[in-house]
């Protein structure tokens, strides 16, 4: 499996799985998403999705407090 095909998978199959499917992701005003940010390209290693920097949720951005980060 891809990196891609997995980040699919975990992304759109779990919103399917969850009645979201008709909600994709897309960043514009007025649209429901939650953002994380990593610290490399999840494309190239999707292991770098195990160390995220920080989560956007709702109007809250949420820090590690372990790194201060």
Known sequence: MTPLQAIHTATVH?????????????????EFADLIAVAGDPFKDVTVLER???VMQGDGVYKDSATGK
């Open 14 to 30: 779990a919103a399917d799985l969850l009645g979201q499917c008709e909600k994709p992701g897309s960043i514009t005003p007025g």
């Open 52 to 54: 995220v920097v920080f």
